[in-house]
């Protein structure tokens, strides 16, 4: 009984990881010629690298477990790290609660509303009620207006491309639960982790444990339609023939999913259709130096088209990714943003020139590589109440699953949150499956 998981990011990597493992006999298609999805690796020369940063932190205990369940736990890494916020030309370490808490922008009774916000997130219990509050109300009503509009509204602008007027308080909750993990012992000073090689590393040692089980991996193979029988999944289409499978796990964004359900219609369709998402133009840069003391940089400078500075090799040994220092910087963007279409070159212009605004002792001689990455599918946007929307894992077709980055909520989407729901549902499936 062979199941079809489709798109081989890190959930239908996971996901055919975990079904294989419980003795399902998976075959995984991948559009592109790399699993990994957002979490793949490029080429600079002869070095492989991130498209994208990725962070593993000393809270993610389920990426963690399964890099030791993998035999990968000499490849883990962690460091003491540090952020900071760049706010009116200059720049304000974030590093610790001390940091937040003496940001100069902030009177002292603002920093000490801001603290009780922190407070009153870290003992927020049940998530749904503040699904009814709006993000703005939520944090003016703990912080006061003045915290709000220099450092939450700069932060929310940023993230969400300017639109975070629908957004829930629940997003700022999940965002402070998880910034809290990262710190430790008395000076709370930020610990930062990653695999050698990246999250590639997992999913590739995910791969082989799929190949070795009987499984099959299909690169540069899109399947263009789930094929159905009498209402119900018999096999998948891929290059215009039919290939038979008892059934088929769609890890694909929502959006995506009725293109290959052509005919199928429905209000779960419908829903599928109706989830938007935020896209990413990302810079990377190659340098030969360091560029700053701090992994992440939070920009609340609203003339700066990036919204942070990630320079991963502030936790990355530089060592492991070919003696660079690699620099990104990111642009959330929804849709319709004039950045997803605008050309490398007018990318690269306008970002360096800020980024030597922002640092005068930045040489662009030091640049080594320089790439953009765009993607249109990153993150679900969850606008209040949009969690009713969540598309069931097993939708009215017997033998069709979903499972997406929208399922995770209201945790963060990164590695944890998706492979500890890859593992949970993959037992669903089967449980389904046998039933
Ligand atoms: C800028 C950025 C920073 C991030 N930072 C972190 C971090 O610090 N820590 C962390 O853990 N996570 C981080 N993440 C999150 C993480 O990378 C993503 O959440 C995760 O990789 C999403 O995986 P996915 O499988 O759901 O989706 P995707 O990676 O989008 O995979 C979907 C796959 O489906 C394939 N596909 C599409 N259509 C078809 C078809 N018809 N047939 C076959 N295949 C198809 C695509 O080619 C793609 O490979 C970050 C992501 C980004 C973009």
Redesign the pocket.
Known sequence: MTIAV???????VSLSYFLSQAGHRVVL????DQI????GTIRLGDVEVDR?????LSSDTHMQALAYELGLAGRLRFRATGSAFFHQGRLYPMTTVRDFLTFPPLRPLDRLRLGLTILAAYLHRDWRHLEEIDVERWLVRWGGRRAFQHLWRPMLRAKFDGCFEELPATYIWARLIRTRSTRRGATQQEQAGYLVGG?MTLIRAMAQAITRAGGEIRLR???QEVILEEGRVVGVRVDGAAEPCAAAVL???PP?VPR?LPGVEGPWVEDLRSWRYLG?V?VLLALDRPLTDYWTIYIADESVPFTGVIETTRYIDPADVGGYHLVYL?KYVTGDSPWLTASDGEILEAWLGHLQRMFPSFQPEGIRHARVHR?R??EPLFPRGAWRRIPPLAPPIPGLFLV??TQIYPAL????S?TRHARQAAVAIGKRLEA
Not at 52 to 56: A, E, G, Q, R, T
């Open positions: 489709i798109g081989g990011g890190l959930m239908g298609y991948e559009a592109s990994g999805g957002l979490a994208f940063y990725h962070i593993i999250h193979t899109p399947v890890t694909l964004h995506l290959l990413i990302c990111p993607e599918y990153v997406n980055l989407t990164n590695g944890e998706l």
